[in-house]
């Protein structure tokens, strides 16, 4: 079960970080509007939220 939960978490870090790079690549040259950083840096939050998650089931 953990190994499966390790996978998950694996596989949704992965896709999270594709879906980042979209956002990013998607920003214009100028004219970046307020919605687009949040919407970064909460992709960015979940990130993080879900690797530590994985560390502590690594621990």
């Known amino acids: ?5 390790k ?3 694996r596989a949704e870090i992965e896709a999270l970080k ?3 790079e ?3 690549r998607s920003l214009p ?3 970046v509007r307020p919605h687009q950083i ?3 840096e909460r992709l960015e939050e979940e ?3 879900k690797i530590r998650e994985l560390e502590s089931l690594e621990d």
């Open 1 to 5: 079960m953990e190994s499966q939960n």
């Open 7 to 9: 996978s998950r978490l």
């Open 18 to 20: 594709r879906k980042l």
């Open 22 to 24: 979209e956002r990013e």
């Open 29 to 31: 040259a100028h004219g």
């Open 38 to 40: 949040q919407a970064i």
């Open 47 to 49: 990130i993080r939220w």
